[in-house]
């Protein structure tokens, strides 16, 4: 490398290289330091945002130096890289994680006390990177955490959006949304000011034959937007590695506004040019399993696959390898279908660019990318207008349609005379406009294609892809069962728990193999055992009561059955499912005689969750909830029998509080819809237990922990498609029980009668879609059921326990390493060597 220092001169690097705080001391030093130089900031203006800044300070540069090291080693090694693509990164936040990771989260706490603060307060300071939607966004930001912790050469590649998800504020019982500007300081990120791509948009296609006699495609003028490289460092758990996330930000290609323009007395023009420039990555799509179609959301994904695919080939390039071997060093993982655009890059880099045969090129391509589909939602599929595409991308177009043209050719001669598949598979949908399909795309593109649980799998192939089964077998097309990383999602959120767990165990060493947690099955009949359990349980619903007394006033009690419903609201994840159960309940609490309500087991059911702020069924939810809540709340005859919260605005810090406090979780969607859930798995290894219908990985969570820890109601996936038709065409009726709720709700028992109205006529009138009024009655027996199996404190705590040693399966390690061998075909990085020389020093 050109900018390297010779090798006489390494020797004083090498020697004045720092190595980092390990002792509380040296903590301590590096905190003042950086508060008083860094900062500029003294004992006497050090509030706890200075403290967070200066603790986040110290710890950054102890992983920039992991991070540089893992770098070299892995550029030196020389392996296969995996490039997980995703539009959506949900870390949360990053300092208690990189203590954690890191293993000096005590040395912290120690300094920090001596320095006149309490490491929980200086925590709570950061700002959640909320850089995604939902279950897509975080499973991205487990699988960094993984592929680090098990030493993968990896890299994140993503978008540096200014503004991450809308923070949400509840007024009068309304959704509000307010932007979530977060980059205010945040000392995660590296802006690498000299890693930047030019990135093209518009313009036209010039195709002519050089001097040669050879065909050359040129895609020219249209608009430069320059991508500028900040990078994240992601932290292995106790592991030297530190991977690398990569976000590309968006600004004007001269970095400056047009001079010419601007000297000329054309300063509002020269502004809104960068201005444009620097909208592309501005700000995230609130949109959870939706697709709109706008133009700037095209312009996102092309501009974030065209800046990681520059890098890639840039990098690969350096190794000076042929063509052929880009595979051999290359895996590129698409995380749903919005990189899709990153096919057709490579293909245009490979043949434009860089003069190779199509089919060689394409055979490189293929083997390079594969697929992750994450939800069959029609909603959610992405279709690409053609005319959209010509104008922005012309020559990506002309690539598209080729590789139509050549699959639809394969397909012919497989299928001859088949014309109804030829249309049913082709890339291109023959609407009004005509669209892009880019699932089919992202299948032809790609060598394996997967789903993310078993149910979800096997639904892809029956359905919505079966007629690509056909074309391509069935080996193309594989699960892998999504997991969790236990290490935020149960030691950094559970500390006392994972604490306790060790403490059988003999080690944290679970929190790297998570099978370890079957040891903890003898233990079910250790009493002090089961009352540490307990206690720890019963601690975190005090912290989870004390937030709710905070932020919404209400007063709950922490002895009764917490209930947690929290996930983005929609009508598939059927909160008004829940929300009509509680009428329900509140409707039989009324009915009671003062003696017979003393029976009763109270209950606070705990909702959380952002609706799209376009998606009005779901703010309706919301309303719906916030007002029950606002009238049983307040009602004397109900007391503490039964409280209904709505948490404002979920996000992954709040999960860390509310996931340990819950004793029963929902998971509650429409057979067949969810495609996993990830959030049912953290319920059940924080020791809560989980109510859900057979759907997505509750049916694999009911494998392992067993039918009699899991309350599953509702009907099956399979009978779905025949009771939709039902609704329309049978004798179909409204489960009475059910209809009393919607008379209550009708009556204007909780205001807007109007509005609530449309919930209920989705439900009477519209086809009842979700299937809301056929698992009524079974929804609200098994919650019955539940109630009487709370009373049993002990029998419900062995359940708990049981369950817990019997999640090993869901970790995030596990589906991970699944990938390496099955789809990307990597190994992890040797690091011993590294750990040698690190417990040497
Ligand atoms: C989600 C699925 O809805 C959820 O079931 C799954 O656990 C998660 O992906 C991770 O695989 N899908 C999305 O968030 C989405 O937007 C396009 O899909």
Known sequence: VESSIPEHMREAWRKYSPSGFTTKDQFETEIVRHIETTLARSLFNCDELAAYSGTALAFRDRLIMDWNKTQQRQTFADQKRIYYLSLEFLMGRALDNAMLNVGLKNVAK??????????????????????????????????????????????????????????????????????????????????????????????????????????????????????????????????????????????????????????????????????????????LYPNDNLERGKELRLKQQYFWCAASLFDIVRRFKKTNRKWSEFPDQVAIQLNDTHPTLAVVELQRILVDKEGLEWQTAWDIVTKTFSYTNHTVLPEALEKWSVPLIQNLLPRHLQIIYEINLSFLQTVERRFPKDRELLGRVSLIEESQPKTVRMAYLAIVGSHKVNGVAELHSD?????????????????????????????????????????????????????????????????????????????????????????ILKTTGVSVNPKALFDVQVKRIHEYKRQQLNVFGVIHRYLAIKSLSSEERKKLAPRVTIFGGKAAPGYWMAKTIIHLINKVGEVINNDPDVGDLLKVIFLEDYNVSKAEIIIPASDISEHISTAGTEASGTSNMKFVLNGGLIIGTLDGANIEITREIGEQNVFLFGNLSEDVEDLRHNHFYGDYQVDPELQKVFDLIKSGKFGDEGSFGALIGAITEHGDYYLVSDDFNSYTKTQDL?????????????????SVARMGFFTSDRCINEYADTIWNIEPLDVAEEKQVRART
């Open 110 to 283: 120690e300094g920090l006390a001596d320095l006149g603060f309490r490491i929980e307060d200086v925590i709570n300071q950061e700002h959640d990177a909320a850089l995604g939607n939902g279950g897509l966004g975080r499973l991205a930001a487990c699988f960094l955490d993984s592929m680090a912790s098990l030493n993968y050469p990896a890299w994140g590649y993503g978008l540096r959006y200014r503004y991450g998800i809308f923070k949400q504020e509840i007024e009068n019982g309304y959704q509000v949304e307010i932007p979530d500007y977060w980059l205010d300081f945040n000392p995660w990120e590296f802006a690498r000011h000299d890693v930047t791509v030019d990135v093209q948009f518009y313009g036209w296609v010039n195709k002519y034959t050089d001097d040669e006699g050879k065909q050359i495609v040129s895609w020219q003028d249209g608009e430069i937007v320059t991508a500028v490289a900040y990078d994240v460092p992601v932290p292995g758990y106790g592991t030297p590695t530190v991977n690398n996330l990569r976000l590309w930000s968006s600004k004007a290609s001269s970095g400056e506004f047009d001079f010419s323009k601007f000297n000329s007395g054309e300063y509002e023009s020269a502004v809104a040019d960068q201005q444009r420039a620097e909208t592309i990555s501005a700000v």
């Open 459 to 547: 639904l892809i192939k029956t359905t919505i892809f079966k007629d690509f089964v056909r074309i391509y077998g069935p080996d193309k097309f594989i699960n892998v069962t999504n997991g969790i990383t236990p290490r935020r999602w149960l030691h950094q959120a559970n500390p006392r728990l994972s604490e306790l767990i060790a403490s059988k165990l003999g080690s944290y060493e679970f929190l790297k193999d998570l099978t370890l947690l079957n040891k903890l099955e003898p233990f079910v009949d250790d009493k002090e055992f089961k009352k540490e359990w307990a206690e720890i349980k019963y601690a975190n619903k005090v912290r989870l009561a004390q937030h």
């Open 786 to 802: 539940i109630d009487e199996t709370f009373k049993n404190q002990d029998e419900w705590v062995t359940k708990c326990i049981t």
